[in-house]
């Protein structure tokens, strides 16, 4: 690399907004699409967004032979989900929590890779009977592992104020308020920001 040469930074950045869940009948899709439309707003012509569905990848229970940071996959999920993932410069995700932590999916799904994450950034906007903060909490220590700079602000939403429920077992629909639309708008700043920051860095590494 020509030391007096300034990396330039991907204009736009790229970010994906992950759905966490592939249970049937699931509301994760329900707010990647709300956080997508809101970030098409807030961001305009600053980052490019894209929702990325994890059921549309049909990623079974991890079955490399070797682990992700050797980087040797052999399944044709596996590389299909790498180049999606490797096209990315940043990510929201988007995560009911069970059990007091995040879906085996999601965790699933972050397993099989480990370059294709590294030097990004994340924020993320979960839901559920408290707002899904516990799964946010595994999820940041996961990612960090991976190499995932993950923002302070993050949205959680409440089953009781930020969805319109006839029953708890059909989807409803997303309706949050000023407040949670606020907290994502200053999310998504946080994530621009750092984006920006480490693509800068993982240019440096591949000259």
């Known amino acids: ?10 204009t736009p950045l790229r970010i994906a907004v992950v759905t966490g869940s592939t249970r049937p009948n699931r509301r994760s899709l329900l707010v990647a699409e709300w956080t997508r439309e809101r970030a098409v707003q807030a961001l305009g012509d600053r980052a490019a967004v894209t929702l990325v569905d994890i059921a549309d990848f049909d990623l ?6 070797v682990a992700a940071a050797v980087g040797e996959y052999t399944r044709p999920h596996t590389v299909r ?10 990510f929201v ?9 995040m879906p085996a999916a999601v965790k699933n799904a972050i397993d099989y890779l480990f370059s ?17 903060i516990r799964a946010v909490e595994h999820l940041r220590l996961t990612l960090a592992e991976v190499k995932v700079a993950c ?10 104020d930020d969805f319109d429920l006839t029953s708890m077992i059909e989807p409803g629909t997303v309706c949050p308020g000023p407040r949670a639309e606020a907290i994502l708008d200053r999310m998504l ?15 440096g590494k591949q000259s």
């Open 93 to 101: 995700f988007t995560t009911p929590e069970y059990n007091h932590s």
């Open 116 to 132: 294709e994450w590294n030097d990004k950034a994340a924020g993320f906007v979960s839901y559920g009977l408290d707002g899904g």
């Open 60 to 65: 079974p229970l991890l079955d490399e032979p």
């Open 81 to 90: 989900w790498a180049r999606t993932i490797d096209e990315f410069d940043g």
């Open 151 to 160: 923002v302070r602000s993050h949205v959680a939403l409440r089953l009781s």
């Open 189 to 203: 700043d946080e994530l621009v920001a750092w984006s920006s920051a480490l693509a800068t860095l993982r240019v």
């Open 1 to 10: 690399m020509d030391i007096t040469q300034t990396p330039q930074t991907p």
